[in-house]
């Protein structure tokens, strides 16, 4: 029986320089910092990478009430906080398939769906 799960991001104890990222690890904690709110859907993972072809659809949150959230800067080189060195260890972990749902909360990964075989 195939069931998806949701995984809350938690903090992993190690510190992560982005210098040590792959591209499309870089590529895909940019997108979410650009997109500040919202919901990647269908994002295809090879050998624990994130890839794009499928390209995965991305859902943005956009309030019409509220004040833009702030973007972050997007400095050359940085020390991944705890939801993103998380994400990059999930990914690794499934290593070949699919992650149905990430949810991004201030440009940073809050929860993920993953498909799982009881």
Same mark, same amino acid.
Not at 15 to 23: C, D, G, I, N, W
Not at 35 to 61: A, C, K, N, S
């Given at each position: ?8 991001? $938690? ?60 973007? $972050? ?46």
């Amino acid at each position: 029986m195939n069931r998806t799960s949701e995984t809350r991001i $938690r903090t992993p104890p190690a510190e992560k320089p982005s210098s040590a990222l792959s591209p499309n690890q870089r590529r895909l904690l940019e997108g979410m910092r650009r997109l500040g709110f919202g919901t990647i859907r269908g994002l295809h993972v090879r050998g624990g990478q994130p890839i794009f072809d499928p390209p995965p659809e991305v859902l943005g949150i956009h309030r019409t009430t509220a004040p833009a959230a702030t973007q $972050r800067k997007d400095p050359e080189a940085f020390v991944l906080c705890g939801e993103q060195r998380a994400l990059i260890q999930h990914l690794s972990r499934l290593g070949d398939g699919v992650v149905e749902l990430v949810k991004v909360h201030d440009g940073l990964p809050v929860q993920l769906e993953i498909p799982e075989t009881i």
